[in-house]
């Protein structure tokens, strides 16, 4: 560290000072820091002659410290303590993620993808405590002392407070039970739908409504509105996706909550070669704050699951549409059977 005048004052020498006042004396703090009562004395001594002041009053019988000396003893121990403060963050930032993390998930992705993702975070990270707060409101992550949040929108977002990090994007596709599906005229396009019972997920901050309106671009661009009285809403993912099991309806869910079901035939992708609406999926964390070794752990953790998850999606999606151009007279895919 340099003085005002531009000279190096050595540092050690304030922890020598702080060790002397600490045990009250030379000969203890020379046991103390393995070294000689004369060698310590000699750098107390170029301490003072530095600074210019008495820091201790000491004779053969006496010692005792001097009022300015007390002062600066305290600074002393401040900065040893921002020390420690400062190798401990190192030591967060390159040693193995520990400690207690608190983090708001929806319902409805707790209840899919993240739900299986946790375990596989824990088991690799088993010195990470997870604090999971389940719900759809909008949380304050300052004042309810949380890590991490994260939010699923269909608007692009942005908040100057917070840091906002784009999980992933999540495609949303129309899809129906076997029973459903099967019953859909033979028309192409959104026309289908026409007469389909429909069920609706209602987002978290959306109004509760008697319709619904679902978009899509088809496939030369052209742009549809298909309005519907569903014959269920709910604000649970989860529910809406066993009642389209159950036949209740089609409904409109991300891609990677309908995955396995297609996968084993149990729900059927209507047309495929549409695009619906899509959301982002963020990770939303104070930017004024450094993240911790483990909340950085879970970060990365989460951006790495969700890559593989929207690459695997992604494949699927491209066999299923090279499915339905491969001979369908219609733009309803069944997974694993031929078309009604």
Not at 20 to 29: D, E, K, L, Y
Not at 53 to 74: D, K, M, P, Q, S
Not at 200 to 216: I, R, Y
Not at 260 to 271: K, N, P, Q, T, Y
Request: proline share 4%.
């Amino acid at each position: 560290m340099l003085n005002a005048e531009g000279v190096f004052q050595d540092l050690n020498d304030f922890v020598y000072f702080a060790a002397v006042v600490r045990h009250n004396g030379f000969s203890a703090a020379g046991r103390v820091l393995n070294m000689p009562k004369s060698k310590l004395s000699r750098h107390i001594t170029a301490l003072e002659a530095r600074l210019g002041v008495r820091l201790l009053e000491r004779t053969v019988n006496r010692f005792r410290v001097t009022e300015i000396g007390r002062a600066f003893y305290n600074h002393c121990e401040n900065m040893m303590r921002e020390a420690e403060r400062a190798a401990k963050a190192i030591n967060d930032a390159t040693g193995e993620p520990q400690g207690q993390i608190r983090i708001s998930v929806p319902h409805g992705l707790l209840d899919g993808s993240l739900g299986a993702m946790i375990p596989a975070f824990l088991n690799r990270y088993p010195k990470v405590q997870l604090q999971i707060l389940s719900t759809d409101r909008r949380v304050d992550i300052i004042n309810e002392r949380l890590d991490l949040a994260i939010r699923a929108q269909l608007a692009e977002e942005t908040d100057s407070e917070l840091t906002m990090r784009v999980l992933s994007k999540v495609d949303l596709i129309l899809v129906a039970n076997q029973n459903v599906a099967s019953s859909l005229p033979s028309i192409e396009g959104v026309e289908c739908l026409a007469d389909a019972p429909t069920v609706s997920f209602a987002g978290p901050l959306t109004e509760w409504q008697d319709w619904d309106v679902w978009e899509f671009t088809g496939p030369d661009g052209s742009r549809y509105r298909h309005q519907h009285k569903p014959r269920m809403s709910c604000r649970s993912v989860a529910a809406v996706l066993e009642a389209i099991y159950a036949g209740v309806g089609v409904g409109l869910l991300p891609d990677h909550i309908c995955a396995e079901g297609i996968r084993d035939g149990r729900l059927v992708r209507l047309l495929p070669n549409h695009q619906m609406s899509q959301a982002t999926i963020y990770l939303v964390f104070t930017a004024t704050r450094g993240l911790p070794t483990a909340v950085r752990a879970l970060v990365d953790f989460l951006v790495e699951q969700f890559r593989s998850l929207r690459a695997a999606t992604q494949c699927q999606e491209a066999e299923t549409r090279a499915q339905a151009k491969g001979g369908q007279t219609r733009l309803v895919e069944m997974s694993g059977a031929q078309p009604a």
